[in-house]
């Protein structure tokens, strides 16, 4: 959903909904044998209601602390984070756990499923914290396998699953309590490209129907999905890389010569080979490394 107003518009916070996620000044370290490792430094970033944000950087950069504390997993050691305007930097674990159980789904990258349950029972087990009772668990689970495309998988334990439809049961347990915000911690990481962009789907689907969604990956063709891109470099914010800016100028740009996106169209059929990616309208892979871009694709990966 792209429908957020212009910035100029939210001077006056009065009456309005506060961010889905409001981090400021967040800091945090961890000691270890006398060694303090700063994990995030004076990191300072909203995440909109409804938006879509990635987060890269290189390994070690703070990528997962950030996520656990947007999650809240984990605390800061400096700043605040507030979650739906409410503070839990310095909330009990119980408080948290509240918080994380009402308004977080988590997605990771090695899918965290319980071996000997099946897909149905893991998408179930977080309505057994929140007190749903058994029949109407399970039948929310087969709406919510249902809607990620494993109707016929319920009774399917996850050895007996392939990757992409593990991360499926994944994020379909991460839905199950209609949470206001979904992370997602490097989610395609094991798993082949194609696959990769059929999950990568499932997150954007999230975002039409507005739920916040916070991806992490290392990887640019994933982060680009988003509508922006945070970059992270020794636990600080290095920049930020307003995505749909750029889709949006594509587009506008493509409508001004009708006639030239037909035949780059073709073009690209031809030379694709499998075009089996009809999902992204306005993706931005298709506008890259154009002469547009600043200096060359050094900064890539
Ligand atoms: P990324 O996800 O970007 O790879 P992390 O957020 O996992 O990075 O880690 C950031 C830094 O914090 C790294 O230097 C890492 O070694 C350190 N770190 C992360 N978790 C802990 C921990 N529990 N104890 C000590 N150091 C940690
Ligand atoms: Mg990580």
């Known amino acids: 959903m792209t429908g957020h107003t212009d910035a100029a518009g939210a001077d006056d916070a009065t009456g309005t909904a506060p961010p889905a996620v409001s981090l400021s000044g967040v800091g945090k370290r961890y000691e270890r044998g006398g060694e303090v ?41 400096a700043g605040t984070v507030l979650v739906d305007g409410e503070d839990v930097s310095e909330l009990s674990d119980d408080g948290r756990a509240r918080i994380r159980g009402r308004k977080v789904g988590f997605v990771f990258q090695t899918f965290n499923l319980m071996p000997r349950l099946s897909a149905r029972e893991n998408v179930a087990l977080p309505l057994v914290f929140r007190g749903v009772d058994r029949a109407d668990r399970l039948e929310r689970a087969d ?14 334990r996850p050895n007996e699953l392939s990757g992409g439809q593990r991360q499926r049961v994944a994020i379909a347990r991460a839905l199950a309590n209609d949470p206001a915000i979904v992370l997602a911690d490097e989610p395609t990481g094991n798993l082949d490209a194609e696959t990769g962009r059929a999950i990568l789907g499932e997150f954007e689907r999230l975002h039409e129907a507005g739920t916040t969604v916070l991806l992490v990956s290392h990887e640019r063709h994933v982060a680009e999905h988003a509508e922006r891109i945070v970059h992270l470099r020794d636990g600080e914010i290095e920049g930020i890389e307003d995505i749909e800016e750029r ?25 694709g080979g499998g075009g089996a990616d009809g999902d992204a309208p306005g993706s931005v892979d ?16």
């Open 143 to 156: 709406e919510l396998l249902a809607r990620v495309g494993l109707a016929d998988r319920t009774d399917h």
């Open 286 to 301: 298709a506008q890259d490394g154009s002469e547009g871009s600043s200096s060359g694709t050094g900064g890539d990966r």
């Open 37 to 77: 490792v700063r994990a995030l430094d004076d990191v300072s970033l909203d995440l909109p209601r409804g938006s879509y944000t990635a987060v890269m950087g290189p390994s070690g950069s703070g990528k997962s602390t950030l996520m656990n504390l947007v999650g809240c997993l984990d605390t800061p050691t």
């Open 247 to 271: 889709r949006r100028a594509a587009v506008a740009e493509n409508a001004a010569m009708p006639d030239s996106g037909r035949e780059m169209g073709d073009e690209r059929d031809d030379r």
